[in-house]
């Protein structure tokens, strides 16, 4: 198994630039999100998915959109980049949400807005 | 959102030495508290988690002490070892609604001298 998988891992974009982060999980977990990592900040819930066709906000959810059409994938995507979004973003995924069983974690996207 | 507190912010321990890591948090429903651990370029991994059923859980060199009238948690390394060097996450979450996600603190960055 692979695990969670995130592309790119590096990413330089241009304020006002749009993309998108991907992240696919080949554990058939239900539950998917996005945290971002800054310093001295921890890391922070941006939004998170509890199952297909189901999204919710988290803590910083503004200037980002998420999708989940499979059970698989849980795509990030910046609509107009800002350097407030420059960050490491992590993708987590769980067997299912609330419950005890630890988030399996991709190897986080660098990103930096300029 | 609730706070996880995570104290210290770093830590300097030597090698054979105990490394302890404190946590505080506020939401009386949260009954999740486990702990990640992070090697630099890499996403958090599970190290070890607890529920506020009991009042300490060992593995290994790592333990989770647990004060549930406090509302607070700590992770002690034993023996610690430049292996260990890392930066160490607490968390907590409950069930249902919003509160199944993970709230992480702010994280403590250890290193463990030779």
């Known amino acids: 198994n692979a695990g969670v998988t995130q592309t790119p891992k590096f990413q330089v974009l241009k304020t006002g630039q749009s993309m998108t982060l991907q992240c696919a999980q080949d554990m058939n977990h239900e539950y998917m999100s996005w945290y971002r990592q800054d310093p001295g900040m921890g890391l922070r819930l941006i939004h998170y998915?509890?199952?297909?066709?189901?999204?919710d906000q988290g803590e910083v959810p503004n200037g980002y959109n998420v999708s989940r059409s499979t059970t698989e994938d849980f795509p990030l995507r910046l609509l107009s980049a800002a350097p407030s979004q420059t960050s490491v973003y992590f993708c987590?995924?769980?067997?299912?949400?609330?419950?005890?069983?630890?988030?399996?974690f991709g190897s986080g996207t660098r990103l930096t807005v300029v | 959102q609730q706070q996880v507190k995570q104290s210290p912010q770093s830590l300097i321990v030597q090698k054979g030495g105990i490394s302890i890591i404190n946590c505080a948090y506020e939401n009386t429903a949260f009954d999740y508290f486990p702990w990640y651990q992070q090697f630099p370029g890499k996403g958090p991994a599970l190290l070890i988690a607890i529920r506020p059923d009991v009042s300490e859980k060992k593995e290994g060199r790592f333990t989770i002490s647990f004060n549930k009238s406090a509302k607070q948690f700590s992770l002690h390394i034993m023996d610690s070892q430049p292996g260990d060097s890392a930066t160490y996450f607490c968390?907590?979450?409950?069930?249902?609604?919003?509160?199944?996600?993970?709230?992480f603190g702010k994280g403590t960055k250890l290193s463990v001298k030779p």
């Open positions: 987590a995924s769980s067997l299912t949400y609330g419950q005890d069983y630890g988030y399996t």
């Open positions: 968390a907590a979450s409950g069930y249902g609604g919003s509160q199944g996600n993970l709230i």
């Open positions: 998915s509890v199952g297909a066709g189901i999204t």
